[in-house]
């Protein structure tokens, strides 16, 4: 297994390219089951979690090329069933749930498990396929489901967490071929969410309302081939952009989509950065001296779970006490005891952890335990003193493109090493 090396404080500075979105890039991936024909996707980022999406699409049948970040897939003849031993490794494995549903009336996936962030149930999926018209049983760690036709419907997928994020892409995808019309309320509005409803749109699907709580989708009896390119990764951009405040002179994202990271943009000029923005692009620069933040993470438009741990790394070094409040996954706190470990100074109280900014970290042995929680340690690993050694990469190559490659050409001294 490999390990990163960070060797603490050398500044970064320059230009990086940010890659297709991992988020946008699975369920639309899942989503080329819809249809016979082939469809070609564009960007679609080389991650061990992209990988495992097309080993899935292959089990279940479809033909697939990869020629750099251009994937093209046929799934001519669809198989229903996708076993645990497929989809175990990847929890995103479960939007085929509803492509599958569509398109053969039923479907059989082994369930995902929970995971460190926290529980991660599924029921609001199973809520909206029944909503529609299938009958879902959960027997021997699967989800069964079978149908013979499904129907629009008016749903709710709102939970006590907020919308889900998959569940609205997974209901869609199911919704997009039953017959009538359905509504979703209470539906995700992530940039995600929009590029698969445009996806599905230009398959030949009827959605309405994709960026809103309230999607209307009116049922087509079948989708054809199409291409795509894959949106930016904003959270792949957010973490380079705080990155470059942790110890950047002038750290720029290009090909982003500026407006999908204004909440992370927002909270780094409030914490006293400046931000530099063009159609495309996002540059921060340290402007005197940084100050501590209250945030909380909500669905977007709101601050993003998947940045939390990033920004307690900035956090961590500022000057005065900061308070993060998880509202998405509430124990979504791995990475806050391997920062303990190198000098940070952080309480947790239930969803809360206040955060007395130190004057420096300590580079140590530190574990990742999750894809997020990974990044947050190299970007403190870049600040602290001497070298931080961050096992269990694997959950970096899940979703980030390159991280060490690119944080390199931006003049990191940063190296991965083949572990015993
Ligand atoms: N929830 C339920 N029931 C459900 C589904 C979700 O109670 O049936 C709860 C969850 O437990 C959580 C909240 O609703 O408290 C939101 O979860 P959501 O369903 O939106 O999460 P997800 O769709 O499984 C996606 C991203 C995550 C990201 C979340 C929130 C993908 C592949 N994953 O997960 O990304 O944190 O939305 O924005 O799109 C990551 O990239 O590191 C990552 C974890």
Excluded at 265 to 281: C, H, M, P, V, Y
Excluded at 312 to 329: D, K, P, R, Y
Aim: net charge negative; with cysteine.
């Amino acid at each position: 297994m490999d390990k990163i090396l960070v060797h603490g404080g050398h500044p970064l500075s320059g230009s990086i390219k940010i890659s297709g979105s991992k988020n946008s890039a699975l369920p639309i991936l899942a989503a080329t089951l819809l249809t016979k024909e082939p469809c070609v996707l564009r960007h679609v980022p080389d991650l061990s979690d992209t990988n495992y999406m097309l080993q899935i699409l292959m089990h279940l049948g479809a033909e697939v090329e990869r020629a750099s970040g251009t994937v093209t897939v046929k799934a001519e003849k669809v198989e229903s069933t996708a076993p645990y031993d497929v989809v175990r490794r990847m929890r995103a494995s479960v939007c085929v749930l509803g492509p599958l549903l569509a398109r053969c009336k039923e479907a059989t996936v082994s369930l995902p498990g929970g995971c460190v962030i926290g529980d991660r149930p599924i029921d609001l999926h199973l809520l909206g396929f029944e909503g529609l018209g299938a009958a879902v049983r959960v027997e021997a760690g699967n989800v069964r489901m079978f149908t013979t036709g499904l129907k629009g419907a008016v749903l709710n997928l709102r939970g006590k967490f907020g919308p889900t994020v998959l569940g609205t892409d997974n209901v869609m995808m199911a919704a997009v071929l039953a017959e009538g019309t359905t509504v979703i309320e209470g539906a995700a509005a992530e940039p995600e969410v929009v590029d698969l409803a445009n996806f599905l749109n230009k398959m030949g699907a009827k959605i309405e309302g994709a960026g809103t709580r309230r999607l209307i989708i009116e049922g087509v009896k079948e989708l054809h081939g199409t291409e795509h390119d894959i949106i930016p990764d904003r959270i792949e951009a957010g973490t380079f952009l705080v990155a470059g405040a942790v110890c950047g002179h002038g750290v720029t994202v290009t090909r982003v989509v500026p407006e999908h990271i204004s909440a992370v943009t927002d909270a780094l000029t409030e914490a006293g950065f400046k931000i530099e923005t063009t159609e495309n692009s996002v540059t921060v620069s340290p402007n005197g001296a940084s100050k501590a933040l209250e945030l909380s993470t909500q669905p977007y438009p709101g601050f993003p779970t998947d940045m939390q741990a990033q920004m307690c790394a900035l956090l961590s070094t500022t000057e005065g006490i900061s308070v993060i409040t998880e509202n998405i996954f509430p124990q979504r706190y791995m990475h806050l005891a391997e920062m303990k470990r190198m000098g940070a100074h952080i309480q947790i109280e239930g969803p809360t952890a206040l955060i007395q900014g130190v004057e420096k970290l300590y580079g140590a042995p530190v574990m990742a335990s999750d894809l997020r929680a990974s990044a947050a340690l190299v970007l403190a690993g870049l600040k602290a003193e001497g070298i931080t050694e961050i096992s269990r990469v694997y959950h970096i190559d899940r979703g980030y493109e390159h991280l060490d490659e690119k944080l390199g050409a931006l003049g990191a001294h940063i190296e991965r090493v083949k572990a015993d």
